[in-house]
């Protein structure tokens, strides 16, 4: 059947916004991934590390690096320098990986949409224009278990919605009951903080093929969601790691 041309105009602006949707999703994952590179270099020679300082020109969407520094030791303590960009005499071996740091930094966050860009604050303790970008934990299952289970101790798996937030937890499984019935709660006891942190993290999860693929699982059967929305297939399960 010869298609019109309105149905050739259709067909191809649906095929158009597939694939600018599948280029968006690979654009996270990119970001991330090089995120997690630099983040791996940067704690193999300084394991201490947790954040990036840089300066950030918007026009542009470039920086120039800082330093690193390590953890806040306290609410109103300042975050310990750990390393600088300006040539201190002092060798480090974060010296020699300087232009990488930079470079891999400002692709990650190129992009608007950038999921890095969620865990990128003002440096407070710093005039102008100096923000901290908060290096990704080494495995983000484990942080959000962590996380989670300091709220909720008992707690196995977590469902988690893509819809919402990019991967927001919708629901906690806390172990079963003795005739084997899931304990489930959507009470979830976690500040408003803790709650952006854990949806950071999820929504990561779903962005990286690997760890979506390895870690997000299908719901058995109908999902009644506790929102009262409809199911998708970005509604999945994540299993928590076993305690230590």
């Known amino acids: 059947m010869t298609l019109t041309p309105h149905d050739q105009l259709a067909t191809l602006c649906e095929q158009r916004e597939e694939l600018e949707a599948e280029r968006l999703r690979i654009d996270r994952a990119y970001c991330l991934a090089v995120l997690d590179h630099v983040t791996a270099r940067i704690r193999a020679a300084c394991p201490k590390a947790v954040y990036v300082s840089f300066a950030f020109h918007g026009s542009r969407r470039t920086l120039d690096l800082h330093g690193v520094l390590g953890a806040q030791p306290s609410p109103l303590g300042t975050c310990p320098e750990l390393w600088s960009n300006y040539g201190e005499p002092e060798e480090h071996p974060l010296d020699d990986i300087a232009d990488q740091i930079e470079f891999d930094v400002e692709a990650a966050l190129a992009p608007h949409s ?71 709660t959507a009470r979830r006891r976690w500040t408003a903080e803790c709650n952006d942190t854990l949806t950071h993290l999820v929504a990561q999860i779903f962005d990286l093929p690997a760890l979506a693929h390895r870690h997000l699982e299908p719901l058995d059967g109908p999902y009644p969601h506790p929102y009262g929305t409809r199911t998708s297939d970005q509604v999945r399960l994540l299993r928590l790691p076993p305690r230590p």
Do not use: C, K, M
């Open 114 to 184: 950038s999921p890095a860009w969620a865990f990128v604050r003002r440096n407070t303790a710093s005039d102008g224009n100096s923000w901290l970008l908060e290096l990704p934990p080494a495995d983000r299952v484990e942080r959000v278990a962590q996380l989670v289970r300091e709220h909720h101790p008992e707690a196995t798996a977590v469902v988690v919605d893509g819809r919402v937030a990019g991967g927001r937890i919708i629901e906690i499984i806390e172990g079963v009951t003795a005739d084997g019935t899931e304990i489930r």
